[in-house]
């Protein structure tokens, strides 16, 4: 069992090294684009975009995780319903979310053109690429499924560099639309790439209710899942000014990439857990100890990296985001807690308990608020890393407890 998931986990671990090699480009392109006060303001409206773009699937896609181990078609089935509610709520959230994201911006937000390409991008584009990958998943297809949601990623950097060539005005907008274009045509080379491996009809059919149930509870953990890790940058622009938000997301964005190894065993690990809910064995008990202590383990060494590391950063994202150095050390040790956390979560999911995720979560979610409030005015940006720490630690208290009795009462029947 060991055996297979590190086979599994180095060849996911590889694309998400990839993607995470990626992001670092995009993120350091963007940031020497664009300056702290310009890239705080994006990153503000394109978090919430991030976070929004969850519901347009409506959880379809761990519905296909849940059932393909019992049923051959039962992904091409999902698909039938996921697509079509896809569009739809993209389009409503696509409503909601311009609006808000102007108003968020506060004194200087974002123009309506950027924030349509946000939109497009992350509640149309993205969702569509996430349910492929979902299906590639389900498949057991879980390195290609990382390469499809690579692709659109990858795209972004030739989308940046065109961008240094032109005004400093125009630069954000031209990007926003070109970032629009790569997520566009990432979207459809993944879907040449599911359709050679899976079986997807396109005649549409209404989900019925415990599809509608399950969906629903499967997009509403995840929607909390992420909002630790997007909330606080949303939330940092009118916390601590645009300046700082933008030093704290690009620092933070640093921090959350070199977690990924542990978001690559996750998905490894995932059809495996799926499979021990639906028939609970000792081999199944054993793979959660070893994904707690691989977890944990990496956060670890992550801890150590981004501590050493951390001065060397202004070097990358030049003179201007020299304030990354100081405040990498309060945001390092977050490392240990979030990937204790994204792990637990994870298993709970597995294990057929999305609710008992949902539930820390929003907990840990209103924890993260209340500190951000209390300690962003008081300490600025060290307040919010604080704050993060105070609701990472809190959340993986609460959901390792919950896999603990989860787990206990198997072993007592």
Known sequence: MKGKLARSSLQTSVLLGLRVSTQAVVLVLLTRLLGPQMYGGFASASSLAVVLGILPNLGSG?????????????????WRYAWPLTVLLGLLLLTAYLPTAYLIGGASPLSWPVLCCLGI??????????????????????PMSQFVQWLPLSLRVFAVLPCFAIAESARLPTYALLQMFAALIGLGIGFVITKRMVILHWRPRWPDKQELGQGTSYAAMHLVAVNPSELDKVLAVRLVGEHDAGIYAATARVMGALVMPVIAMLLAAQPRLFRHAHEPTDQGH????????????????????????????????????????????????????????????????????????????????????????????????????????????????????????????????
């Open 62 to 78: 761990y519905v296909m995780m849940a059932r393909a181990p019992r049923s051959s078609i039962a992904v091409d089935e999902v």
């Open 121 to 142: 991008t992350e509640l149309l584009a993205t969702p569509f690429t996430m349910l492929l990958s979902f299906a590639l998943q389900a498949h057991q297809r879980v």
């Open 286 to 413: 054993r793979l959660i100890r070893v994904i707690a202590l691989l977890a944990f383990g990496w956060g670890l060494l992550c801890w150590l990296l981004l501590s050493l590391c951390g001065p060397l950063l202004p070097l990358l994202f030049g003179s201007r985001f020299a304030a990354m150095a100081p405040l990498m050390p309060w945001l390092a040790v977050i490392a240990v807690p979030l990937s204790l956390r994204l792990a637990g979560g994870t298993v709970l999911v597995a294990l057929g308990r999305p609710l008992e995720r949902l539930g820390f979560e929003l907990s840990g979610i209103a924890v993260l608020v209340a500190a951000m409030l209390l300690l962003g005015p008081m300490l600025g940006i060290r307040g919010l890393s604080l704050a993060l720490l105070i609701s990472e630690s809190s959340m993986t208290v609460i959901g390792w407890w919950l896999v603990w009795q989860r787990t206990r009462q198997w072993v007592d029947r």
